[in-house]
């Protein structure tokens, strides 16, 4: 079965940086898009950022283009968020997505928290 498992969240001051990876299994990694979804605290999860299968095309929400990075591994099945100049409104839980077949799948996220 689809398996999605994020690492790499914590605690970081406003400015910093964080990279988070999701680790995939149970599914044919490169015949998919992955994405990078978060929920903060009270609000509705959002899209963050996407990329194609063979990583030639990268999607990015307003709000973290120039900040964030996705990139991932088909070798490795991993997909991972380089998150720069990080500031207390990404503050959130950060989720990997794929969808097959109209289904999404989640992992159970990993908590980013921006505060000094």
């Known amino acids: 079965q689809v398996q999605l498992v994020e690492s790499g969240g914590g605690l970081v001051q406003p400015g910093g940086s964080l990279r988070l990876s999701c680790a995939a299994s149970?599914?044919?990694?490169?015949?998919?898009?992955m994405n990078w979804y978060r929920q903060a605290p009270g609000k509705e999860r959002e899209l963050v950022a996407t990329i194609s299968q063979t990583s030639w095309i990268t999607n990015y929400a307003d709000v973290v283009k120039g900040r964030f990075t996705i990139s991932r591994d088909n070798a490795k099945n991993t997909v991972s968020l380089q998150m720069n100049n990080l500031k207390p409104d990404d503050t959130a839980v950060y989720y990997c997505?794929?969808?097959?077949?109209?289904?999404?799948?989640w992992g159970k996220g990993t908590l980013v928290t921006v505060s000094s």
């Open positions: 149970g599914f044919t990694f490169i015949n998919y898009p």
């Open positions: 997505n794929i969808k097959s077949n109209g289904v999404d799948y």
